[in-house]
């Protein structure tokens, strides 16, 4: 899983803050915007940063996130994935 954000200056405490509120081996990047770009170029900057099937994660700086919320998105992905399945598998 992939956590982007876009920020106006780079900000250790922040990096270290979404970090602790991670379960799993979450990549962080944190991109430093002075407003050279817009938020629909820093998101598309994301998707080059993602590698192939990997959960993509677009937020502001100032998301507030309880511990845990990465397994939380997992899951909903499993869950997801497990409904496409079986409707694949009704419509055959």
Do not use: P
Not at 21 to 50: D, M, P, R
Not at 60 to 71: A, I, K, N, P
């Amino acid at each position: 899983m992939l956590y982007f954000y876009s920020t106006r200056k780079k900000d250790e405490k922040n990096y270290n803050k979404i970090l602790k509120s991670c379960k799993t081996n979450v990549k962080i990047h944190e991109f430093e915007n002075e407003g050279t770009h817009s938020l629909t170029q820093c998101y598309n900057l994301a998707l080059n940063l993602c590698e192939e099937n990997e959960i993509l994660v677009l937020a502001h700086d100032d998301v507030e996130l309880e511990y845990g919320w990465d397994e939380k998105i997992i899951e909903i992905f499993e869950i997801l994935i497990m409904v496409l399945l079986a409707l694949l598998v009704l419509l055959h």
